[in-house]
């Protein structure tokens, strides 16, 4: 939790300053999600590396398909 909070902490800053490019339909109030699945995702990986391939697909998956993310 404290790595989410720091994280959210130190981007913050250039959110507020418009240097912090969101897009897609990407917003900052998403960020607490995206960072607490990057951080499990990290320690999945140290311990379970090759189940977190699948998820980690899945959720890739997921997220261009949600944020309508052109791949050409």
Do not use: D
Not at 9 to 31: C, D, S, T
Not at 48 to 58: G, M, W
Request: hydrophobic residues 50%; without cysteine.
């Amino acid at each position: 939790m404290k790595w989410i909070v720091g994280s959210l902490i130190v981007e913050y800053p250039f959110y507020k300053m418009h240097l912090l490019i969101l897009n897609n339909g990407y917003g900052y109030w998403m960020e607490p999600f995206f960072y607490t699945i990057m951080y499990v995702m990290m320690r999945l990986h140290y311990t379970r590396p090759l189940l977190t391939y699948p998820i980690s697909v899945v959720i890739i998956v997921f997220m261009l398909r949600y944020f309508n993310v052109s791949l050409k």
